[in-house]
């Protein structure tokens, strides 16, 4: 669908949410047929599967399976009906079913077999089996993806992008619609080829690390691709008809690049604005909240840290005025390009014959082009627990090799085993996380360059404030005082005078508030070890035990509470300050 057309890239405003321009993109080439591997089904993954619906006739209404449209995958101990409700999308599942048939050319125009194949916090996604037994995937976006219409229509040319033109291993779209108003099934969706190989999370932990370093390696040659196609502006791609006449494009492929002044193309004097745009962005949906927003920490106990929307404002204000002066060096940091941000090994799928050799990656729903310094990251792939090793060249060799414990020698000849055998899985860990780093340095993908300032005063700057929404003021306050005190070397323009200036007082004001935000974070902590949590938990649980899950909260929140407070109104507010309950309705 959509063949032929022209990709530009196109921008249009600072103000959303996700990022700070539109982008339009499509080639001027023929689709390939796809080049990837047959393969038999995998037990592994069917035994994932969920939903099953196998009828005896083809003649079945698909949309009486009402859990095709809730989300059934674990349930949340708080604020349970906003998040079912921001994951449930109502279509007609009989309209998808014949799309995704024709979409293959079944003959039959039904299928035999349909089920969830997946049910992430963003999208659902079914498998569909024709009478003639071919697989194709269809994917529908729930209400909390993001913005309708342009979701969809971003994510499809971005797999058009990356499979035609940079010939990267991406399922072929087979038929898509970005308007549920224009179409049959009433929702958005995109059907699309089944991705082949299997899961790498079914081989991951079984690699060894030569094997694990080539498949490293891939992974860096795929964002070679990346930095090799640097495009003029910064925003999402969309095929060049699906934006109207106000949107300013830029042309991305054909028979060149335009890169007339009207254009306003990607280059450096750009990068402040881009700058700029985080802080004016998130200042906007700061002043369009009627009260502040619900943490996701323990703030607001009587004496603690409490947010307020005047200290919000009043730091991004101040971030706006240097943030142009805070560009990275590197020139190859600046460039603007497309990257995958979500590379997991849920994402990543791997030839089940040779699992060092990648087939497809998946979900490029949030992929967008943004300055290389704000999209390098090491690979979800390789995260671990505990203490990460350092940048550089130059790192010790204990930063790699985890240390015994100082009681090492009183253990028993069991328990000593034990640590070390722990140990030297972490080392393994380790030492795959830097060989990322090293790799990327090696092919010259300038993620080598990008990572480093992402630890200095400025690249910490730019992503505080760019998340002021979430309460991260004090920390974006305590680096713009020493954005002042080494506005030499940060503001790098001869004769400009560094436009902040704090008193003494200022500078105790923000000590005082730090410290106060680091307690409300570190009795944060505390309470989610007792819950055995992460600190990002958003409540969700498997069904089996989300009683027993709902009881230890509430021990955990009296407990809490018998701690913090002495007298009855101060259990009020502490109970206002608990961030495990259900968000008031305004």
């Given at each position: 669908m959509h063949i032929g057309s022209r990709h530009v890239l196109a921008f249009s405003g600072y103000l959303c949410k996700q990022e700070f321009y539109h982008a339009s993109l499509k080639p001027l080439i023929t689709k390939r047929t796809s080049s990837f591997k047959s393969q038999s089904p995998n037990p592994i993954r069917k035994a994932k599967r969920q939903e099953r619906v196998s009828p005896d006739v083809l003649t079945v209404d698909w949309n009486t399976y009402e859990s095709f449209f809730h989300?059934?995958?674990?349930?949340?101990?708080?604020?349970?009906?906003?998040?079912?409700?921001?994951?449930?999308?109502?279509?007609?599942m009989n309209a998808l079913v014949r799309i995704a048939a024709a979409s293959i050319g079944s003959r039959s125009g039904t299928c035999r077999h349909v089920e969830k194949h997946g049910e992430g916090q963003f999208n659902k996604v079914f498998l569909v089996i024709t009478v003639e037994g071919k697989e194709v995937i269809a994917k529908v976006p729930q209400p909390n993806a993001g913005r309708p219409y342009f979701t969809t229509a971003s994510e499809v040319a971005t797999m058009d992008y990356v499979r035609n033109v940079l010939d990267l291993p991406v399922p072929r779209v087979l038929a898509w619609s970005a308007d549920a108003s224009q179409n049959a099934v009433g929702a958005e969706y995109i059907i699309?080829?089944?991705?082949?190989?299997?899961?790498?999370?079914?081989?991951?932990?079984?690699?060894?690390?030569?094997?694990?370093?080539?498949?490293?390696?891939?992974?860096?040659?795929?964002?070679?691709?990346?930095?090799?196609?640097?495009?003029?502006?910064?925003?999402?791609?969309?095929?060049?008809?699906?934006l109207d006449a106000q949107t300013t494009t830029f042309p991305v492929t054909g028979q060149g690049m335009n890169t007339?002044?009207?254009?306003?193309?990607?280059?450096?004097?750009?990068?402040?604005?881009?700058l700029e745009a985080i802080g004016t962005r998130e200042l906007a949906c700061v002043q369009n909240l009627t009260k502040v927003?619900?943490?996701?920490?323990?703030?607001?106990?009587?004496?603690?840290?409490?947010?307020?929307?005047?200290?919000?404002?009043?730091?991004?204000?101040?971030?706006?005025?240097?943030?142009?002066?805070?560009?990275?060096?590197?020139?190859?940091?600046?460039?603007?390009?497309?990257?995958?941000?979500?590379?997991?090994?849920?994402?990543?799928?791997?030839?089940?014959?040779?699992?060092?050799?990648?087939?497809?990656?998946?979900?490029?729903?949030?992929?967008?082009?943004?300055?290389?310094?704000?999209?390098?990251?090491?690979?979800k792939l390789l995260a671990f627990e505990g203490t990460k090793v350092p940048l550089g060249l130059s790192i010790l060799k204990s930063?790699?090799?985890?240390?015994?414990?100082?009681?090492?020698?009183?253990?028993?000849?069991?328990?000593?085993?034990?640590?070390?055998?722990?140990?030297?899985?972490?080392?393994?860990?380790?030492?795959?996380?830097?060989?990322?780093?090293?790799?990327?340095?090696?092919?010259?993908?300038?993620?080598?360059?990008?990572?480093?300032?992402?630890q200095t005063v400025e690249g910490q700057l730019i992503v505080s404030a760019g998340t002021t929404i979430n309460h991260t003021e004090p920390i974006t306050s305590k680096l713009l005082l020493r954005v002042m005190d080494d506005w030499e070397e940060v503001g790098r323009c001869e004769g400009v005078s560094c436009p902040l200036s704090y008193s003494e007082c200022d500078r105790d004001t923000f000590a005082a508030e730090f410290e106060k935000w680091c307690e409300c974070l570190a009795l944060f902590d505390e309470v989610c070890e007792g819950?055995?949590?992460?600190?990002?938990?958003?409540?969700?649980?498997?069904h089996d035990v989300f009683t027993a899950v709902k009881e230890r909260v509430d021990q955990v929140r009296d407990e809490f509470l018998n701690q913090m407070a002495q007298w009855s109104e101060e259990r009020l507010l502490w109970n206002e300050a608990w961030p495990f309950k259900d968000e008031e309705v305004s």
């Open positions: 989300y059934t995958r674990n349930r949340f101990i708080f604020n349970e009906a906003k998040e079912l409700a921001d994951r449930r999308v109502q279509f007609d699309m080829e089944k991705a082949a190989g299997v899961e790498l999370g079914n081989f991951w932990e079984k690699l060894d690390y030569k094997e694990k370093r080539a498949l490293i390696e891939d992974i860096v040659r795929m964002e070679k691709s990346f930095t090799s196609s640097a495009f003029p502006a910064v925003g999402s791609l969309y095929y060049a008809h699906q007339s002044a009207s254009m306003r193309s990607w280059a450096m004097p750009r990068l402040p604005d881009y927003p619900t943490p996701a920490a323990i703030f607001g106990g009587p004496g603690w840290y409490r947010p307020t929307m005047a200290r919000k404002i009043s730091v991004l204000e101040d971030y706006i005025k240097v943030a142009r002066y805070l560009c990275p060096k590197e020139p190859t940091s600046t460039a603007a390009v497309l990257w995958h941000e979500d590379l997991h090994s849920g994402n990543i799928f791997v030839d089940p014959d040779n699992p060092t050799e990648i087939t497809s990656i998946i979900d490029w729903q949030c992929s967008h082009v943004a300055p290389l310094f704000r999209q390098a990251r090491t690979p930063a790699i090799t985890p240390q015994l414990p100082d009681n090492f020698k009183k253990l028993s000849v069991d328990q000593q085993k034990e640590v070390k055998q722990e140990n030297s899985k972490l080392k393994q860990l380790r030492i795959a996380y830097k060989s990322y780093e090293m790799l990327s340095g090696v092919h010259e993908t300038g993620v080598y360059d990008a990572l480093p300032y992402q819950l055995e949590v992460h600190s990002d938990w958003d409540g969700s649980v498997n």
